[in-house]
Structure formats: C-alpha cells, structure tokens
C-alpha cells in the first residue's frame, strides 16, 4: 500500500538514509545515550549528505522536496532505538525552522535557515513556561520594545535542544494586557547576555538535551521578531499541526521498530522446549498490535498526504497524534511484557523504547487537549481555518478581541449587511452587553445594556467563534452554548448575522 504515496525517488531517499544512520547513528546511540549528549558532527554530517532540509527551498539549501520525503525522514530516524536522537532534528526541521521560513522576514530566512539544513545550527522553539504548558495564550515571557531592541524577561522549561542549541523560537507576550493578541514570536540567540540555562534529568530521551531557559532584561534586535507583533498565537496554531503530524509519523515508526525488535526476540528466546513465538497468547498478542500498527500507519500517511497538499486538517492531525502516541505507549508495554525480566534490563533496547515512548502523550500537546479539539469539531461543531498574515472577518482587520469596543465597529458593519431584525436583541456576555436595534431600515450596534425583544446569553469566546464563522449558531444552541430568553422568532434571525 505505501506505494500509493512512495515512488521510486523516495525508495532511494529511503535506502540512503537507512544506510546512514545504519553507519554513523546506530552504533553510537548507546554511548550518547551514557553521554546524554549527541556530537554536532553527525548532524553536520547528515547536512553534507542532503538529509536536512528536504522541504526547504533551494536558495537557502534545502531540497524543495515533496513532504513524504520528510516522512520517510521522520520513520527512520525514529527506528533508531533513541527518541532523543530522534527529536533533536524534529525540533530543528519542524518545530521552529518552519516559524523562520513561513512567517521571517528575508533577513532572518538568509541568516538562520542555511544554518539548520547544513546542519551546523541547532534550534529549538519555547513555548512551555512553569505555568503555562498547554495554554499558550498565558505565558508570562514578556519582551518589551525600547529603542531599537527588545528586552526579554521570564523563563521556559521542558525546552529540547536549549543546552547545546543555537538560538529559541521564543514565544513571548510583546503587549502583556492583550491576551492572544500579545503573543509574538522572537528569535533569541542562546549566547546572549542574560541567558542562562538549567539542563533537565529526565526520564528517557536522554541523548537529547532538555532545560529551563531564564531571561534576565535580554537585549534582542527589534529584526529578530517573527512576522508581524501580536501574531504569535495564530502563527503557532497553524504550526503546532506539521509538529503533531511528526509525532504522529514518529509515534508508528517506533512502534514498528519494537515489533521488529520483539519479533526478532520472540524467535530466538526458547521456554518449555520451543520458542516463544510459538505460544499462542503472545501470538496474538503481538497480531494484534501488528494490525494496530499498520491501520495507525495508513491514517497517519492519509494526513500525510493532506499536508502534502496544503490542507490545513486539524482534526486528523490531532487524530493521528492523539492515535499514533497512544499507541506507541501500548505497544511498548506489551513488547516489552515479551521479554520478561529481560526487558526490564537497560541491556535491551525495549526498556530505553518503553522511557522514550512516554512523553509522545504530553509533548505537542497532551492526549487530553488532543480530545477536546476533536470533540469541539465532532460535538460542538466548532471548525479551525488557518490563520494568516494580516487575517480577516470577511476582509475586516479584526484580530480576536478581548472587549466589547474594540469590536463594536465590525459588529456594526456585519449587522447593517444583515436584514432589519424588525426587533430589538441583546447578546449578553456577563459583564458587558452588545444591543442590536434592529426595528428602522437597519441594525444599529450598541454597547448599550437596555431590555430586548429576545436576549442571547453567550460566553464572549463563543461568540467570537461565532463571528469568525467556527461556531455554527443553531449547533451553539443545541450544544448548551447559547441560552436565549424572549421572542425564539428573533432568534432563529441570529443565522443572518454570521452568514
């Protein structure tokens, strides 16, 4: 079936890249496994031989590649009995270079992009603070404009290359009052004054490095900022999916690599006079997972090939990583359960697969907010459009807003579109209410809190979904997000409204 999306290009790209790592990465995991660290000549290395940067355009070195290369990238260097060799150039590849690349100013794109694909620059992206993981629209990082720099103060954690790393995507709040639309990107140069680092123990991925970044007034050139101020948020939530999609690719490749493993295990461990693989329980056993695997694999490369094709799929690439991650932890476990007290042993790669295998259901965000994005678009009828520069409700300049004045001027303008209500109708959010006249030739906007022919209470996000067109107004009502109190024949008007 993987010819569907492989063709004989890929097959050679493939072979090479096995042969690669075969020779120069499996033979010493072992040992930077000890050394908790990786040598930046391999990555170099795999920079001369056209490993890096196979989706990048040529004018910065890459190869402008289609994205089942970087599949192919993804599976084989996640068959190396190492997740932290495997995530370092994941981070680098395509979860901070991208930010540079689609959203980076000429400027930057010339200085840190031929970097990252020779291979003689490492990157790493921060966005997890020791408040704020998940939720990236509170972090605390600030970085405020004086003169011609930025000052950043703050701190991340969880930070995977920040150690021997180059420079940080940083996520940082360049208007700390504006909630999403504070949040920026900046590129910071890891060597400069005020940075210190704190290198993390962790669990497995110990060939990687993992650190707390601390910030302390941290001068950064205003050039530095990624695209545009207070885009932050929304150039991460179109990111985060290529970053879980990796996840998702890497997640069933390991797990492919463990039943090889275990298969070859199986074969040679003898009990009761005959080798194992013989029982019929673990038979079965690892059936089943094989059939877990490979139907995993096929959805995966689905999205795969959505993104190939540029299609912004949110819900199948939180699918695949909720799906592939979870798995993995499974198929771990009960390879590992095949080995007995051997697996138990640092000896056998199953134990170092079964620490590294835990953290695909927390990084890129947890299985938990995986679910909730899914049950958004398959329950509340909630729908994600990818955000691009300068974006718009229908061409009006309106960034999600945090207040009923800022946005009282598009509302108006979407209103007098619509028919005369021939009512009035109130939207009441709590603290702060919108009053539509709609009873003359058209409708008239207020933040006025008067009575209303029909009143609309609503959560003011919710409603901005509305707005946007993410949040369909009947699916809101019967989902419990809209309670409407009054004429249900006003109501049923709100579609005109959002239309």
Known sequence: MNSYYFDEGHTLFRESLKAFLQKEVVPNIDQWEEDRRIPREVWQKMGDMGFLGLSYPEEFGGANLDFFYDVIFCEEIAKVFSGGFAITQAVVQYMSGPYILKYGSQRLKEKYLPGIISGEKISCIGISEPTAGSDVANIKTTAILQGDHYVVNGSKTFITN????????????????????????LIVDLDREGVSKTKLKKLGWHASDTAELAFDNVKIPKENLIGEEGQGFYYLMGGLQVERLVGAIMGYGACEAAMQYTLQYMSERSAFGRPINKFQVLRHRMAQLASEIESCKQFVLYCSRLNNDKKYAVKECSMAKLLATELSDKTMTQCLQSFGGYGYMEE?????????????????????????????????????????????INNTNTNIMSNIDSILQTIQERAAKADSLKNTLKFNFGDEQLYIDGTGDTNVVTAEDKDADCQVDVGFDDFMSLIKGELNPMAAVMGGKIKIKGDMGVAMKLQSLFS
């Open 348 to 392: 056998f790669k199953i134990a170092r697969m079964f620490r590294d295998s835990r953290i695909g259901t927390i990084g890129g965000g947890t299985s938990e907010i995986m679910r909730e994005i899914i049950a958004k678009m398959v329950i509340d009828d909630v729908s994600y459009k990818q955000a691009e520069k300068n974006d718009s």
């Open 162 to 185: 920040a150690v021997y790393g180059d420079f940080v995507v940083c996520v940082v709040k360049t208007d700390p009052k504006a909630g999403p639309e504070g949040v920026s990107l």
